[in-house]
Structures are given as C-alpha cells and as structure tokens.
C-alpha cells in the first residue's frame, strides 16, 4: 500500500509541473528587545500549507497565529511569501526558526532570533557628588545591573575624553547570565579637580550609544599657598611685606611664619613685615597654611642690597726669605664688592681679587698688607682687613746711643734685636770675655721685650750690659752686641763715652753765682728807686736797737739761744709806720720777754750822705770786725747815695699794734729773698700808731 502511495505521487508530480522551492528564507536576526522581530519566507511553486516552528514547535498553520498574540504571519498566500512576526521582542522570543511546507515536504535552514537588552543607566557608588582628598590616591566606582544583554562595557569619560586607569570586575548569576557589571576608576586628584564632572557610560550592542551616569568631585585638599614680598629688592634696613594667600577645602584654620627654618615669634596672620638685612638673602622667609586635610609653605628669598661684609680675615703669615707668600681674605656683598689690596701706607694696588700672591719675597716686603672691599653700584659701606707678613732672617741689631759716664762709676749700654725667627742668644763680647746672660765681674747682662715697630721685622729684645766701676779701658774698647738664630748671625758695636767731673761742677757753681750776683743787683737798684719815690720829702730814721754797735738788747744768753729757741723770721705788709730814732730807742719790748721776736738790725736813711743806709744780714763775715760793710750803687747810677750794708742780727720791739702779722723762725741768714712784687723789709716803713697794745700772730 506504500509503495502504491509513493507511486500515486511520482505520477501526479510529474502531472502537476515543477517542484516547490524557497525563494527567500529567513536568517539570523538580532532585535532590540520590545521592538518588531521579522523572518522572511517565500516560496515558489507551492500553493500547499506553510507553517513555522520555534525551537522544533508548530505555531500553526492559521495566519493570525492563535494562542500566540504577539505572532502572526504576514503577506500574501498566492504570491507564496509566508513571514513571520513577533511584537513585541521579549525574551522568550530568543529561538531558533523554521519555515516549513508541510505538502512539499520543504523545510529551511534555521534562524536564530537574538533579543538583545540594552543595559540600564549604570550608578555611581557615592554619587552624584563624591568627596575626595586632593593628592591622595582614590577611586570611583560604577556599577551596571539587570539583565542586559550582551553584557555592557562601563567607560569613565571626562569632558568627552575617555579615562585611562580602569578595572573592569563582571558578576555571573547562578543561571550564568549577567548578574551586574563593576568598573573601577583609580586616581590622585588634585585642587584643580575640585568641581570637575565624571561620567561613567554602559555601552553594548544592544546600546551602541550607552547610557550615562555623571557624577561631580568635590575635593578637599591642603591649602595652595602664594607668597609674595612687595618690594622684592630692597636695601639694608628698610621695610618689606610679605603677604600669604592660600585657597583650601575645607577653610585654613592657621599661618605660621618662619626665616631660614626659624619660627618667627608673635607672626600669625597672613602677612609679616620685617625690616631688611644681609640675612634675608640666604635665609629665606617661608609661610605656612594649615588646614584640616593638611599643611603647605611657600618660601621666598629677598633681594637685600647691603655692604660688604668680612667672612674671612687673612691670617698672618711668616715665611723664609725667597720663599712664596700669599694670603686670601673673603668679602659677601649685595653686589658683591670689589676688592683691593695694598702695603699699609702705600696707595699702589698690588693684586686685585681676594687673593694676594708675593713671589719670593724679601725683607723689603715685611710688614702690613690691607684687604679692602669696596661696593660697586650701591654704595653702602666698604671695609678693610690687615694681616703681617714676617719675613724670617739673619737677626738685625741695632745699638743705642748709651750716655756718656764717669770714670768708676756706673754705666748702661744697650742694643736692640729684631730677628724672624726669634734669635737663639744675644752675647755681648770685649777684649778679654763675653757675656750671655747673668753677670760676669763687674759686668751684668739682661734682657727685655723691646716695644712693636712696624715692618715686620719679628719680635725685638732689648739687650743691656751693666757696668759697676768703669776702668780707663772701658772708654777705649769696643763692646759687641751681637745674636744668632737659625738664619744667620747679626751685630753691632758699641763704645762709651767718657764725662768728667771737675768741669761741670765748676759750669754750675759760675752759673749760679752769676745768677745770684744778677739777681741781688736788681733787686737792690729796683728797692732803691722804690723808697726814693716814697720818702723823697721824709728824713725820718727808723733804727733798731743793737744795730750801731752790733750788740742786742737782750742779753747774751739770748744772743747764743739755740735754733730752736730762735723766733722765725717776721713779714708785714704795713708799711705806713714812721718813727724817730728816740722813740725807737726808747721803747722797750711790751711783752715782757714772752715774744721772742728775733729781728733784723735796719738803719734807713735815703738821700743823705754817708751815714745811712739799708743793713742786711751778712751769710759770713766781710770786712774789718765792727765795720759795716756795704754796697754804694752811687758811682753807677745817676741817683741821691744808696747803699747797701750788711749787719748783724738784733731784737726788734716796738709798740705799733700791727707791727707783725706773720712769723716765721729764722734758721740761718743768707742772702735775703728780693722776689719781684715783695717789699724787701716791708716793716721798715710803718703808719703811725694808732692802738697801743701789740698784737702778734704767731
């Protein structure tokens, strides 16, 4: 019976024309999920049933489909175009599809039908605004869930610039599909960063266009400093502010100040203002803000305009003669200075430069060499150092010109040692020996510091040879001064001179005998013209008893007293006193003896003949005994006689109450005291009495 069916077919296909075919059939399509899916079928040569299966199940041969409301199949049934439709796409539509004619025993190739899910709009973890800390490395996270299919691609974006730096972290569910989709942004954001907006974009197949999720960075970050100084060049010891601007999240809670590390006390805001020095150039000023995410400083350093200053004085040097000399000394300065150097006392420059090089010196070139630095364009200050140069050789010695001395007495001679370095010995020598130090007989030898000259020369010593009871041979010979260090050897010689006594004391005896001579004559011609002015209309006489005859009127006993018992010597200054030679003879001493007042014997007459005359005290006796001697300055000068004797010492007594003032014991007599502008006998020439009592002090 089968076999008779199959025939029954060969014969009515061969009645019936050609064979049915496929004209179109459906292919793989991917659909958006919720939108149309359509699979093409068109057949030729076929007017029988079609129907399409789904995963291997009819849907039917009806063309609405029914039992499935979102499939129907569409076109026209003569022209054989069977398509099939599913609106919308869900999920379970995802199946592969077959376009069947049933009658021809025609089925086609399968169609997968892909639904594809367009992923949801990602989060961002801590959005919309995530807080950071500038310079501190974060990261942000995006986060893609649901059930999109394919799996969607997470991508950071900022300002349409794609972000490098990313992880991508995918989750599967217990059914192997996409549970949800991480990407991780790392990043060190910086103050500039605050404010900025990120975005994180899903992307896949089913999206190309993704879908996006912004999010904005608010950061917090330790202050951004500014510093300024107003003005930046300034000179020594004026004024400079210093101002510190800071922008922080959150705010600044604190400033502190600081020069070359050191805080600067009692600075807390945001500006300092400090008075300029040379410090400021190398020490800079730095300002420090502080907030609750950190701290930052900013420094500057001023430009200080200041003189120069002496960082390194050159140190003397002592070097050998021929030898290489040099010295350096260092000078800072705001420009820095120019610098000179000279030989103290000398205006040549001999090296510009801080270094000064003298190619083997001599001992010309011992002394004192001067750094001096001057300024350039400021003209603030200058300065100068000094160092020695000692130029070491054979000792020099010198000899003092000694003093001349007499014969067996003593005598000094000297001699003065400069030597570099210091000599080993001085030695003085002679005839028959030397003497190094100590002494040696009547000669001793020592040895002292001599004072600090200039040049250089080295330390001195003063070298001196002592001589107690000189000889005739001292004053011929000569003595040597010499000394001896590592260099060489130096020396001197010295002779004594010899003084004598005799003449000398006989040049000063002359001398003074001349003077004395000299002066007594003066004093006797001024003393004269004096009392001829004063008493020319006066004959009146003033005599002291024992003057005529050389005796007193006390007794002997008195006239041999002892010096001690002896009066001192009585000076008045009252010369208004006028007595006759009767009353001075007759008036006796009113105190009974109690004042010895030892007196001068005074006979005055001027303008008389011979028989007057002014009688001094003689130092020795002159002339025959009992004979006044005298001085007559008539035959020389064109005046009435005066003369001038000498006599011996008597008692004065007299009533006149102011007759002595002052009293002074006499020790010896001599050649009385004619100073100029002192009346010689003052008491010689007295008022007439007015008191009748005398009163002394003694």
């Not at 300002?159 to 995918?170: E, K, S, V």
């Not at 002595?660 to 009346?679: A, E, R, V």
Request: hydrophobic fraction near 35%; charged fraction near 15%; charge should be negative.
């Amino acid at each position: 019976m089968l076999v008779a069916l199959v025939v029954l077919l060969f014969c009515f296909r061969g009645r019936a024309g050609p064979s049915p075919y496929f004209l179109q059939q459906p292919e793989d399509l991917v659909v958006l999920l919720g939108d149309e899916a359509r699979l093409p079928c068109v057949l030729g040569a076929y007017r029988g049933l079609v129907q399409w299966t789904k995963d291997g199940l009819a849907l039917g041969g009806e063309r609405d489909l029914p039992g499935w409301s979102r499939y129907w199949i569409s076109g026209s049934a003569a022209s054989g175009q069977h398509d099939l439709h599913i609106k919308p796409v869900e999920l379970e539509d995802e199946a592969s599809y077959e376009c069947q004619a049933s009658q021809a025993g025609l089925r086609s190739r399968p169609a997968q039908l892909h639904v594809l899910v367009p992923p949801e709009a990602p989060q961002v973890l801590g959005g919309p605004s995530v807080s950071l800390i500038a310079g501190v490395p974060g990261n942000l996270t995006c986060r893609s869930q649901g059930d999109a299919r394919p799996a969607p691609e997470l991508l950071w974006f900022r300002d349409g610039i794609r972000l490098d730096g990313t992880t991508f972290h995918q989750t599967l569910l217990k059914d192997e599909t996409t549970g949800s989709v991480e990407s991780t942004l790392f990043l060190t954001p910086s103050s500039q960063d605050d404010g900025a907006t990120l975005v994180c974009r899903a992307r896949s197949h089913a999206m190309p266009r993704g879908r996006d999720t912004a999010v904005t960075l608010s950061l917090q970050y330790p202050p951004v400093v500014t510093l300024s100084a107003e003005p930046q060049t300034v000179q020594e010891g004026e004024k400079v502010s210093f101002l510190c601007q800071a922008t922080a999240q959150p705010p600044v809670t604190g400033y502190r100040w600081a020069k070359g590390g050191s805080p600067v006390l009692g600075a807390r805001g945001p500006r300092l203002e400090v008075v300029a020095d040379a410090s400021f150039l190398t020490e800079p000023v730095s300002c420090e803000v502080t907030n609750a995410v950190g701290s930052a400083n900013r420094s500057t350093a001023l430009d200080v305009q200041f003189g120069p200053i002496l960082l390194a004085k050159p140190k003397p040097m002592s070097v050998d003669v021929g030898q290489d000399a040099s010295f350096i000394c260092a000078w800072r300065g705001n420009p820095l200075p120019r610098i000179t150097w000279t030989h103290l006392g000398g205006a040549q420059v001999l090296s510009s430069g801080p270094t000064l090089r003298l190619p083997s010196v001599g001992l010309e070139d011992a002394g004192d060499y001067v750094c001096r630095a001057e300024p350039r364009h400021s003209g603030l200050g200058g300065g100068t150092a000094q160092a020695r140069l000692t130029v070491n050789a054979p000792p020099v010695v010198t000899a003092l010109h000694p003093a001349p001395a007499f014969l067996r007495g003593p005598a000094r001679l000297q001699c003065v040692v400069f030597a570099s370095p210091a000599p080993d010995s001085v030695v003085w020598s002679w005839d028959e020996g030397f003497l190094e130090a100590g002494s040696l007989g009547r000669f001793l030898v020592e040895t002292f510091p001599a004072p600090e000259v200039e040049g250089g020369q080295g330390p001195g010593l003063i070298s001196v040879l002592h001589i107690s009871g000189t000889q005739e041979s001292d004053f011929t010979r000569g003595f040597n001064c010499s000394a001896r260090n590592r260099l060489g050897q130096g020396g001197t010689q010295v002779h004594l001179g010899r003084r004598d006594l005799l003449p000398t004391v006989q040049i000063m005896a002359g001398v003074a005998s001349a003077a004395t001579t000299l002066l007594m004559v003066i004093t006797g011609i001024a003393l004269c013209c004096w009392r001829h002015a004063s008493f020319s209309k006066q004959k009146n006489l003033v005599r002291i008893p024992g003057s005529s005859d050389g005796s007193s009127s006390r007794g002997p006993e008195e006239e041999t007293g002892s010096s001690e018992e002896r009066g001192p010597i009585v000076h008045t200054d009252h010369s208004d006193l006028v007595l006759n030679e009767k009353e001075a003879l007759e008036t006796k001493d009113p105190t009974n003896g109690y004042y010895k007042v030892r007196g001068v014997s005074v006979s005055l007459s001027l303008g008389e003949a011979p028989g007057g005359g002014l009688f001094l005290p003689p130092p020795s006796p002159m002339g025959l005994p009992g004979t006044p001697t005298y001085y007559d300055f008539n035959p020389h000068l064109d005046m009435p006689p005066c003369r001038l004797y000498r006599a011996r010492a008597g008692y004065l007594t007299t009533p006149h109450p102011r007759a002595f003032t002052s009293y002074m014991k006499p020790t010896s007599f001599g050649t009385p005291d004619l100073t100029s502008g002192t009346p010689p006998f003052p008491y010689a020439a007295l008022s007439t009495p007015t008191h009748q009592r005398l009163q002394t002090h003694v």
